[in-house]
Protein backbone atom coordinates (compact mmCIF):
# COMPACT_ATOMS: atom_id res chain seq x y z
CA UNK A 1 0.00 0.00 0.00
CA UNK A 2 1.31 3.49 -0.51
CA UNK A 3 1.17 6.08 2.29
CA UNK A 4 -0.91 8.11 0.36
CA UNK A 5 -4.29 5.20 0.44
CA UNK A 6 -2.89 4.45 4.30
CA UNK A 7 -3.51 8.44 5.06
CA UNK A 8 -7.03 7.93 3.33
CA UNK A 9 -7.62 4.61 5.29
CA UNK A 10 -6.25 6.31 8.28
CA UNK A 11 -8.79 9.52 7.94
CA UNK A 12 -11.84 7.04 7.03
CA UNK A 13 -11.53 4.96 9.77
CA UNK A 14 -11.17 8.44 12.47
CA UNK A 15 -14.61 9.81 10.11
CA UNK A 16 -16.47 6.48 11.17
CA UNK A 17 -15.28 6.33 14.65
CA UNK A 18 -16.33 9.75 14.80
CA UNK A 19 -19.84 8.95 13.33
CA UNK A 20 -19.88 6.57 15.66
CA UNK A 21 -19.62 8.21 18.59
CA UNK A 22 -21.74 11.10 17.46
CA UNK A 23 -24.76 8.21 17.01
CA UNK A 24 -24.00 6.74 20.23
CA UNK A 25 -24.18 10.30 21.86
CA UNK A 26 -27.35 10.71 20.02
CA UNK A 27 -28.78 7.19 20.98
CA UNK A 28 -28.60 8.22 24.83
CA UNK A 29 -29.59 11.13 24.40
CA UNK A 30 -33.29 9.63 23.07
CA UNK A 31 -32.69 7.17 25.91
CA UNK A 32 -32.64 9.51 28.48
CA UNK A 33 -35.87 11.11 27.09
CA UNK A 34 -38.40 9.35 29.04
CA UNK A 35 -36.69 9.62 32.87
CA UNK A 36 -35.62 13.71 31.47
CA UNK A 37 -39.62 14.23 30.49
CA UNK A 38 -40.93 12.69 34.25
CA UNK A 39 -38.07 15.24 35.80
CA UNK A 40 -39.34 18.09 33.80
CA UNK A 41 -43.30 17.35 34.40
CA UNK A 42 -42.44 16.57 37.91
CA UNK A 43 -40.59 20.11 38.19
CA UNK A 44 -43.27 21.89 36.09
CA UNK A 45 -46.27 20.29 38.78
CA UNK A 46 -43.82 21.81 41.60
CA UNK A 47 -43.24 25.78 39.56
CA UNK A 48 -45.63 28.44 40.77
CA UNK A 49 -45.15 30.49 37.46
CA UNK A 50 -46.61 27.09 35.74
CA UNK A 51 -50.85 27.91 35.49
CA UNK A 52 -53.08 25.59 37.77
CA UNK A 53 -54.92 24.37 35.11
CA UNK A 54 -52.39 22.73 32.87
CA UNK A 55 -51.13 20.91 36.30
CA UNK A 56 -54.66 19.90 36.96
CA UNK A 57 -54.51 18.40 32.79
CA UNK A 58 -51.07 16.48 34.06
CA UNK A 59 -52.65 15.07 37.39
CA UNK A 60 -55.65 13.87 35.16
CA UNK A 61 -53.79 12.72 32.59
CA UNK A 62 -51.54 10.61 35.10
CA UNK A 63 -54.38 9.20 36.62
CA UNK A 64 -56.10 8.22 33.32
CA UNK A 65 -52.59 6.15 32.49
CA UNK A 66 -52.39 4.33 35.40
CA UNK A 67 -56.09 3.40 35.60
CA UNK A 68 -57.39 0.31 34.25
CA UNK A 69 -59.76 1.78 32.36
CA UNK A 70 -58.97 2.37 28.91
CA UNK A 71 -60.58 3.87 25.44
CA UNK A 72 -59.07 0.71 23.78
CA UNK A 73 -58.29 -2.04 26.00
CA UNK A 74 -54.62 -2.66 26.43
CA UNK A 75 -55.67 -6.50 25.12
CA UNK A 76 -56.21 -5.58 21.59
CA UNK A 77 -52.77 -6.27 20.26
CA UNK A 78 -51.04 -3.32 18.46
CA UNK A 79 -53.32 -0.38 18.83
CA UNK A 80 -53.99 -1.31 22.98
CA UNK A 81 -51.27 1.01 24.22
CA UNK A 82 -52.26 3.37 21.25
CA UNK A 83 -54.71 5.85 23.34
CA UNK A 84 -52.43 5.73 26.17
CA UNK A 85 -49.80 7.09 24.13
CA UNK A 86 -51.92 9.93 22.08
CA UNK A 87 -52.70 10.87 25.79
CA UNK A 88 -49.84 11.45 27.18
CA UNK A 89 -48.83 13.16 24.12
CA UNK A 90 -51.84 15.35 24.11
CA UNK A 91 -51.14 16.20 27.52
CA UNK A 92 -47.14 16.92 26.58
CA UNK A 93 -48.27 19.04 24.40
CA UNK A 94 -51.17 20.89 26.41
CA UNK A 95 -48.40 21.35 28.62
CA UNK A 96 -45.63 22.67 26.11
CA UNK A 97 -48.28 24.95 24.49
CA UNK A 98 -49.15 26.51 28.26
CA UNK A 99 -45.46 26.86 29.68
CA UNK A 100 -43.41 29.59 28.43
CA UNK A 101 -40.58 28.14 26.93
CA UNK A 102 -37.79 29.98 29.24
CA UNK A 103 -39.64 27.56 31.99
CA UNK A 104 -39.07 24.88 30.34
CA UNK A 105 -36.11 25.75 28.95
CA UNK A 106 -34.76 26.23 32.56
CA UNK A 107 -36.76 22.57 33.88
CA UNK A 108 -35.21 20.81 31.13
CA UNK A 109 -31.89 18.78 31.84
CA UNK A 110 -31.20 17.64 27.92
CA UNK A 111 -29.82 19.08 25.03
CA UNK A 112 -31.69 21.58 23.40
CA UNK A 113 -32.29 19.92 20.06
CA UNK A 114 -34.13 17.28 21.88
CA UNK A 115 -36.64 19.17 23.48
CA UNK A 116 -37.70 21.24 20.71
CA UNK A 117 -38.11 17.55 18.74
CA UNK A 118 -40.11 16.28 22.01
CA UNK A 119 -42.26 19.85 20.88
CA UNK A 120 -42.56 18.46 17.11
CA UNK A 121 -43.32 15.15 18.17
CA UNK A 122 -45.98 16.48 20.89
CA UNK A 123 -47.72 18.75 18.30
CA UNK A 124 -47.92 15.83 16.33
CA UNK A 125 -49.25 13.35 18.54
CA UNK A 126 -51.64 16.20 19.78
CA UNK A 127 -52.94 16.82 16.51
CA UNK A 128 -54.50 13.50 16.83
CA UNK A 129 -56.97 13.92 19.47
CA UNK A 130 -60.72 14.63 18.79
CA UNK A 131 -61.49 18.41 18.32
CA UNK A 132 -64.49 17.94 20.91
CA UNK A 133 -61.63 16.64 23.27
CA UNK A 134 -59.23 19.35 23.07
CA UNK A 135 -62.62 21.84 23.29
CA UNK A 136 -63.07 20.67 26.74
CA UNK A 137 -59.62 22.11 28.03
CA UNK A 138 -59.62 25.79 27.14
CA UNK A 139 -55.94 27.31 26.57
Known amino acids: MTNSSNGEGGRRDMMERRDRVLRQTTLKEYALIAPRLVKLMVRLMRDPRVPPRSKAV????AGYLVSP???I???VPGVGQ???LVIAAFALDYMIN???VEIL???WDGDEDVLELI???AEIAGSLVPRWLKRLLPG
Not at 58 to 61: A, K
Open 58 to 61: LVLV
Open 69 to 71: IDV
Open 73 to 75: PDM
Open 82 to 84: LDD
Open 98 to 100: QVP
Open 105 to 107: REH
Open 119 to 121: RNI
